[in-house]
């Protein structure tokens, strides 16, 4: 059997370190709980924490034990954007730290058995923030009324659990121990717990209970249906079970802040979670910071509020061309500076033609690989590098960064430097010759070809280097039509094929190794927006979607497949480059430019915050494994908020 250290070795170059081997500190009793304590309505601090918390040793870390208090500020555009603060706050059960090495986290260990059996140990002591004990009873009551009830879950047990066929087992031998077990290896299992959107296999059974069918009185349940205004006991249980959402004050909940908006506001205030299971060296509780404040506003005020001083910490809705402008109010004394965080996405601004659109015509134009060679090939991105990021941006297609040792520079220039004499040669290849009064090319059944592009009308930088590719791609007489959407209904659009095209972000991971699971190269998600419906197919066991059906694709879910059943580093290598080589023959995804700076505006106030890191979604969780718990204020509270 291994233990998660030698696993680290073993299996993935992860590394287990989280835990300081000394003994706990006397715990030192949070201010903000002062009254609560008091008046015996929550207990002290000795008797909140886990036997054996999680010491975080900062100045290992090269950091300064920070003080509890103060109200963070923070910005987001939308209200179901209450849940970064899951993203953020990034308590998992394994997480990854700032230096991308796996660790134990809610977890106090775990043990390994051929990558196929994962023996989790719970914390003795540790508890939901409403203070019920936090227990195996917790994943059981995931595992055997959420995951496998046909009302709760009717496509059945998430994929996730199901390796070549067979579902994983699950016992629970004792209060603190789970036991998850496969046949066969499953390599990808601790990385999806410590995603920046978790897979979450536990609930607080102790709450959801009383909205499940097999433990609450029928009329007292119906009482609740009626009152929620659904129509069944699964709709009102899955509106209560929302970990990720972060809506519901009353879900129990193990992240460092707990939602204390107890109604639809702009504006939504966290506390301290009193039974947060880290501490310092000295023993006083995470997280430093006492409340978070997140306001919603405006997706294009982000940037003039930021200038404005009205935040603490704020990177969402910021982007490159945003700049200058954070500049100028640090310069002006708005109190705070602007740091500039590496991004990890693959790529800024990929252009995803969608080869599961429902147009018969257009989906053959798109499968076509010549016509996406065409497309990429018709974008001048020095133009578009030098109008946007003053040429600081890497141009190139989607592909692994510089920084990654998967990385190839062929891919990163495979049909992507501008050669609109080579595309219009292609399309002419395609037999696409013919054109309107207006020198816009026909497709094979006499239409003008107009691309539609979708955007989420989020990022401005996007909508002006697709008015730069307009220019370029009508010198092959290509029509571009940009069309801003809200994003959800932009991927609700995607997803059921009604979207020809659509411009997102790059992978999120641009800096794979060989131990990163390749899966998301191969058409397994539905959120890739060039193949919906394969990811679809893939995610339910085949219940909706559509099987692939062209050999590169079919050829990139063998690999992906390869992968998983090898943990030799030379196999797994070769397959990653034949995947990203791939990739980019058959351009996907269209990138346009990568590697353009994070801007992060930070109080000056605020501490432990880096100076440089990297800014990237999965795996990152953006401030999630920068640990925002970590961070405090050199100035008390009064003056903070002035």
């Known amino acids: 059997m291994f233990k998660y250290a030698l696993l680290a070795l073993v299996l993935t170059g992860f590394a287990a370190h989280a ?21 015996g309505i929550v207990p002290p601090v000795m008797d909140r924490l886990p036997s054996e918390p999680l010491i975080v040793d900062l100045p290992a870390k090269g950091r300064a034990y920070g003080k509890q208090g103060g109200t963070l500020r923070t910005l987001v555009s939308r209200s179901k954007d209450v849940r970064q603060m899951v993203v953020y706050g990034y308590a998992r059960l394994v997480g990854y730290d700032q230096n991308y090495k796996m660790y134990a986290d809610i977890l106090r260990d775990i043990d390994v058995e051929d990558g196929r059996k994962f023996t989790l140990h719970l914390r ?28 709760l879950s009717p496509a059945g047990p998430p994929q996730n659990m199901i390796v070549d066929g067979t579902l994983a087992d699950m016992q629970f031998p004792d209060a603190h121990t789970v036991v998850i077990e496969w046949p066969r290896p499953n390599p990808q299992f601790l990385q999806l717990l410590a995603q920046a959107s978790p897979f979450f296999i536990y609930r607080p059974a102790h709450y959801l209970k009383q909205f499940h069918a097999d433990f609450t ?30 809506d519901n004050p009353d879900l129990p909940t193990l992240q460092p802040w707990m939602n204390a908006s107890g109604t639809k506001s702009s504006r939504h205030i966290f506390v301290r979670n009193p039974y947060y299971h880290r501490i310092d060296a000295r023993g006083v509780q995470l997280p430093y910071i006492d409340v978070v404040e997140m306001t919603v506003v405006g997706g294009g005020l982000i940037a003039a509020k930021a200038n404005a ?5 704020q990177a969402r809705g910021l982007n490159f061309p945003d700049i200058s402008i954070l500049k100028k109010g640090e310069k002006d004394g708005a109190g705070y500076r602007t740091l500039l965080w590496a991004n990890g996405a693959a790529n800024q601004i990929t252009i995803y033609p969608n080869l599961n659109f429902a147009d018969p015509v257009w989906r053959k134009v798109m499968r076509d690989v010549r016509f996406r060679r065409a497309l990429s090939l018709g974008i001048d991105r020095r133009m578009i590098n030098r109008a ?45 010759t013919e054109r309107t009064p207006a020198g816009i090319r026909k497709l094979p059944d006499g239409r003008p070809m107009e691309f539609v592009i979708e955007t989420a009308g989020e990022r401005q930088e996007v909508e002006n280097a697709l008015a730069i590719v307009t220019d370029t791609w009508r010198e092959l007489g290509i029509k571009l039509i940009m069309r801003p959407l809200d994003r959800d209904i932009l991927r609700n659009r995607v997803y059921s094929g009604l979207s020809m095209s659509a411009v997102w972000f790059g992978w999120d991971n641009g800096l794979p190794q060989a131990y990163t699971p390749p899966e998301y190269l191969a058409p397994t998600h539905q959120e890739f927006f060039a193949w919906p419906k394969w990811g679809q197919y893939y995610q339910t066991g085949g219940e909706v979607g559509e099987a692939p059906d062209m050999p590169a694709a079919q050829r990139l879910m063998q690999l992906s497949h390869d992968w998983d059943r090898t943990d030799d580093t030379e196999e797994r290598t070769v397959i990653w480059r034949e995947m990203l080589a791939i990739h980019a023959q058959h351009q996907f995804g269209i990138g346009i430019l990568s590697e353009a700076p994070q801007p992060i505006v930070v109080s000056d106030r605020l501490r432990n915050v880096p100076e440089q890191a990297k800014w990237a979604w999965d795996p990152g969780a953006h401030f999630g494994i920068h640990r925002i718990d970590e961070f405090y204020y050199d100035a008390p509270f009064q003056q903070q908020s002035q």
């Open 124 to 151: 003795k002591g540790h508890r939901w923030s409403d203070g019920h004990p936090f227990t195996s009873a917790d994943f059981e009551y995931y595992w055997t009324q959420v995951a496998q009830n046909a009302e």
């Open 217 to 246: 009185d029928p009329k007292t349940l119906r009482r609740a249906i009626k009152k929620a205004r659904v129509r069944t006991w699964a709709a009102l249980h899955n509106d209560r079970d929302n970990m990720y959402k972060f």
């Open 309 to 313: 001083g009205e935040v603490d910490l």
């Open 19 to 39: 835990d300081v081997p000394t003994p706990t500190p006397t715990p030192q009793e949070s201010s903000f709980w002062d009254s609560e304590v008091n008046s």
């Open 388 to 432: 946007l990021y003053f040429g600081l941006a890497k141009e190139g297609g989607m592909t692994a960064l510089a920084k990654s040792p998967l990385f190839d520079p062929a891919n990163l220039s495979k049909w992507s430097i501008y050669f609109p004499t080579k595309a219009n040669a292609l399309l002419d290849e395609m037999g696409l």
